[in-house]
């Protein structure tokens, strides 16, 4: 995907698909009120995720590439443990390394999210040498 | 007896203006008041050692903090780095303020820098240099701006009156929050319906608890998040509560969900926090946002935003926000450039401090610009509010600089509100939320502020709240509401928003929607390389921008005259006698009236009818045992050779000249036409007592006397704003119907009752 490629909406609306496959062109109003339409074909999906980081990386943006790589894999994740993990990483939040180790393990094991994993040891690893590993609260 | 005044009375005088409520803190590096630079700052610096970063600014690898430790991993490019940081500082500046030099030049170096660096370039430029570079780095070419809708009692139907408002106005984005924190599903709702009236396109965001609102965006009721805050010391992150990586994991799972997602940093939070570890504002700043590039979000709400009233206090305060920007958008983010907390109470300040981003232009110039009135802003008064948008619509004008609003003829904007309660209220009624009566909807429509609403009130809104989240309604819940009450084109539009999140167009950096379509750094790209180049504004957007109301133009101004000329005639009678000659009578004064007077202009611009005019100044003249001769020039319509016209044909000498609108002249005929008697300049302020005055003093001057000249008192009004307009207008009427060389013409005046 290149910038040309860019806004898939536009160049592409029949590839753009949401979660149950169905296709954004076919995503009317008509469609929703015939109750054939649920949040679920209106929720991004990790190929969309990483059309866009393609492209970010093809007008220098590499970063936000990364972030997007990041988001497409937590797409499957359900929000729960999303919460869950963003609670551990907040300061004090975990008692020791080990919480947010096994979160990462969860995050590569289950929903073969390496990226995020790497993310969140790497937040151990820092955490650990900072101190951040005190009650707060 | 001494009568030594012990003060300056000025001193009281400015005492009392607005500007006295802000107060300024002393400069004080030690204490964190200092925009710029402080002794405590590193110099810019970088190791690199095996493809590792080991020391940042002058600190070591093993003494990296959070912030230093993920700028090293996630921001700095390597392979740029040391040819970056190699370069002469003010070298750099230069090549901002270069328009040959292009942005993405500029914008790989800044991927190799470090915030000291950064800081250290920036620093150098004056603050009219950094509004250019600003102009020239930021990301997207078209501006944009954020409206903040919100009221003091999260009244729902108040929000999506003011949502429909705001969207008119043309806000690319509008923001809410809350009273009461429960109420957020309440807000989002009502702002989601209200957004989506009139058109569609309108990013919506519900600042509220991190959790929470993460849950109302997967409801799809809002597009966007921005209050993901980030801090330039370590201390002052985790005692809000958060770390560099927690951080960057909620802009994964924003992304993740198909939010849009910038972050929040501004100079003075780490003040404000207590941990300032003794740097400048700019610095701190330069750290957070090299950190928000690193976590990979595509923009920063940055310039300030909270901590930029404190800023304001210091020395080189507002140009500190300018400069951080100007750092934001050289790292290639996405900027809402503040804008919004009110940093002063003084109006002045207020158009001082936007005035940079409007010409320069900003991806969304204020993030937060209140468009409802300044108690209503939950976020605390804006830079401007609704008080003050009219203002801001006139300066767009002023310099033809695109603010992205667009002024909205006040018969739509009461329609729009009035489709926004309905809206609401139908699905409320749908949904089984609530009822909104017609009396809530009546008042809310017509209300400027949510003092003069008779609707829910914060409880009410909490319990609608609630059962939102109770009931676990989603926007597609929403949508088939609107769609089943009639609403088909609100819900085309609020289904068109949330559909966006499909295709993650709008996560790319500075996307906006305009005219349906998606717009952001990838498709409309700063192209600025100099005149020509860059934004500019069309002349169809010139043309928008021009359009406030009540603009007057020559066919205005006649047909308010003409309202007059009809009540005129049945009070004066002006018959022409022919040609004017010298007079000889040394009992007379003659008064010079210009062309159009009585003909087809009939008041003085204060609003007195011209008959009343002519029977004081006779009146006057008469009184003093004199006699009045009305005469007509018709070769000059100019105040002054009125004047001196009549006086050269009076027989005592003196003249009176007056022009139509009321400016009028004592002359003496052996004066030169500018060095008049007694001169009436302001005629807006001059009343009939001044011009029974004139009469009198002219009558003085032919009897020989010296009497005390008439003083019309100013309060200091803008006169020339007020009134020049209309006066040229009017006075073009004048001149239109001089002829060079046409005779005088003698006039007897009559007066009916």
């Known amino acids: 995907m290149k910038r040309s490629d860019y806004p898939l909406a536009e160049t592409a609306p029949h590839d753009v698909k949401g979660q149950r496959g169905k296709a954004y062109a076919d995503i009317t109003l008509d469609a929703v009120i015939s109750g054939d339409v649920t949040m679920e074909d209106l929720r991004i999906t990790p190929q969309a995720l990483r059309a866009q980081a393609s492209i970010a990386r093809d007008v220098n943006r590499p970063t936000l590439a990364k972030n997007f790589e990041r988001g497409a894999e937590l797409v499957a994740v359900p929000q729960e443990f999303i919460m869950q993990c963003y609670e551990l990483l907040r300061p004090g939040r975990a008692k020791s390394k080990d919480d947010l180790l096994a979160a990462a393990r969860t995050m590569r094991d289950t929903y073969e999210a390496t990226d995020i994993a790497a993310f969140i040891e790497e937040a151990a690893q820092a955490y650990e040498e900072r101190g951040l590993f005190v009650k707060r609260f | 007896m001494s009568h030594t005044p012990n003060r300056w009375k000025r001193y009281a005088d400015w005492d009392a203006r607005p500007l006295r409520l802000d107060r300024f803190a002393a400069e004080d590096p030690a204490h964190g008041f200092s925009a710029f630079s402080s002794p405590a700052d590193p110099k810019p610096g970088i190791g690199i050692k095996a493809g590792r970063v080991i020391s940042i600014d002058g600190v070591l690898e093993r003494d990296f903090d959070m912030i230093d430790r993920f700028i090293a991993r996630h921001h700095l490019d390597l392979d740029i780095a040391l040819e970056a940081m190699a370069m002469d500082s003010g070298e750099v500046a230069r090549m901002l303020v270069d328009m040959h030099v292009p942005r993405e030049k500029l914008v790989r170096l800044a991927h190799g820098m470090t915030p000291a660096k950064l800081a250290d370039v920036v620093s150098r430029l004056n603050a009219l240099e950094i509004a250019f570079a600003y102009s020239k780095m930021r990301a997207r070419k078209t501006p944009g701006n954020q409206a903040h809708v919100t009221n003091a009692k999260d009244d729902p139907l108040q929000l999506a009156a003011d949502a429909a408002t705001a969207v008119a106005f043309g806000f690319d984005e509008i923001e809410t929050t809350m009273r009461v924190s429960r109420n957020a599903w309440s807000n989002a709702l009502a702002c989601a319906v209200g957004g989506a009236v009139g058109r569609w396109g309108t990013l919506f965001q519900c600042s509220s608890e991190e959790a929470e609102e993460l849950r109302i965006g997967m409801a799809g009721f809002t597009s966007y998040a921005e209050t993901v805050s980030v801090y330039g010391t370590e201390k002052s992150f985790t005692d809000g509560d958060d770390t560099p990586w927690s951080k960057a994991f909620l802009a994964a799972a924003y992304a993740s969900r198909g939010i849009k997602m910038r972050c929040t940093s501004g100079a003075g939070s780490e003040l404000l926090m207590g941990f300032h570890e003794s740097k400048s504002l700019l610095y701190l700043e330069a750290r957070c946002l090299c950190l928000q590039r690193g976590m990979g979000v595509q923009g920063t709400q940055n310039g300030g935003i909270d901590g930029a009233p404190v800023t304001a206090t210091v020395p080189g305060g507002v140009r500190e926000l300018m400069a951080e920007n100007l750092i934001a958008v050289w790292l290639d983010l996405e900027c809402a450039s503040g804008n919004d907390a009110r940093t002063t109470e003084s109006e002045i300040r207020v158009g001082a401090k936007i005035l940079p981003y409007l010409v320069a232009g900003s991806d969304l110039i204020c993030s937060g610009f209140g468009s409802i009135l300044a108690y209503d802003n939950s976020f605390n008064p804006s830079l401007f509010n609704g008080e003050e948008l009219e203002d801001y619509l006139v300066l767009q004008r002023d310099f033809e600089a695109d603010g992205g609003l667009t002024p909205l003829p006040e018969s739509r904007a009461t329609e729009l509100r009035q489709r926004a309660v309905e809206a609401l209220g139908a699905v409320f009624d749908e949904l089984g939320l609530a009822q909104a009566t017609d009396k809530m909807k009546g008042s809310v429509v017509a209300a400027s502020g949510s003092l003069e609403t008779e609707s829910f009130t914060p409880r009410e809104a909490s319990i609608i709240s609630e059962k939102i989240k109770e009931q676990g309604l989603d926007v597609v819940a929403v949508i088939k509401a609107l769609a089943k009450r009639g609403f088909r084109e609100e819900a085309e539009n609020l289904l068109a928003v949330v559909k966006l999140r499909l295709s993650g167009d709008y996560l790319q950096t500075s996307a906006m929607v305009r005219d349906g379509r998606i717009v952001s750094a990838i498709n409309d790209p700063n192209d600025y390389l100099g005149p020509g180049s860059g934004y500019r504004v069309s002349e169809e957007r010139r043309l928008e921008l021009n359009s406030i109301r009540d603009v007057i133009d020559q066919k205005e101004v006649l047909r308010q005259e003409a309202q007059h000329e009809k009540p005129e005639k049945a009070r004066i009678g002006?018959?022409?006698?022919?040609?004017?000659?010298?007079?000889?009578?040394?009992?007379?004064?003659?008064?010079?009236?210009?062309?159009?007077?009585?003909?087809?202009?009939?008041?003085?611009?204060?609003?007195?009818?011209?008959?009343?005019?002519?029977?004081?100044?006779?009146?006057?003249?008469?009184?003093?045992?004199?006699?009045?001769?009305?005469?007509?020039?018709?070769?000059?319509?100019?105040?002054?050779?009125?004047?001196?016209?009549?006086?050269?044909?009076?027989?005592?000498?003196?003249?009176?000249?007056?022009?139509?609108?009321?400016?009028?002249?004592?002359?003496?005929?052996?004066?030169?036409?500018?060095?008049?008697?007694?001169?009436?300049?302001?005629?807006?302020?001059?009343?009939?007592?001044?011009?029974?005055?004139?009469?009198?003093?002219?009558?003085?001057?032919?009897?020989?006397?010296?009497?005390?000249?008439?003083?019309?008192?100013?309060?200091?009004?803008?006169?020339?704003?007020?009134?020049?307009?209309?006066?040229?207008?009017?006075?073009?009427?004048?001149?239109?119907?001089?002829?060079?060389?046409?005779?005088?013409?003698?006039?007897?005046?009559?007066?009916?009752?």
Request: proline share 5%.
């Open chain 2, 574 to 753: 002006y018959k022409s006698l022919g040609e004017a000659h010298p007079g000889d009578a040394k009992n007379e004064v003659v008064i010079g009236i210009s062309p159009a007077f009585g003909l087809k202009l009939f008041q003085t611009t204060a609003g007195h009818n011209l008959s009343e005019i002519l029977s004081t100044l006779t009146g006057a003249i008469k009184a003093r045992g004199l006699k009045p001769r009305i005469v007509r020039f018709n070769h000059t319509a100019d105040t002054s050779f009125l004047g001196l016209s009549a006086a050269r044909l009076s027989g005592s000498g003196i003249g009176i000249g007056i022009q139509a609108k009321g400016t009028a002249v004592i002359h003496q005929r052996d004066r030169l036409p500018h060095n008049n008697l007694e001169l009436f300049s302001n005629a807006p302020i001059t009343r009939i007592e001044h011009y029974k005055g004139m009469g009198s003093n002219a009558a003085a001057y032919a009897l020989g006397e010296m009497p005390e000249p008439i003083v019309v008192p100013t309060k200091g009004e803008a006169m020339g704003s007020r009134y020049h307009a209309r006066t040229a207008l009017i006075y073009a009427i004048e001149t239109e119907l001089t002829r060079e060389g046409a005779a005088p013409e003698e006039i007897e005046v009559s007066f009916k009752s």
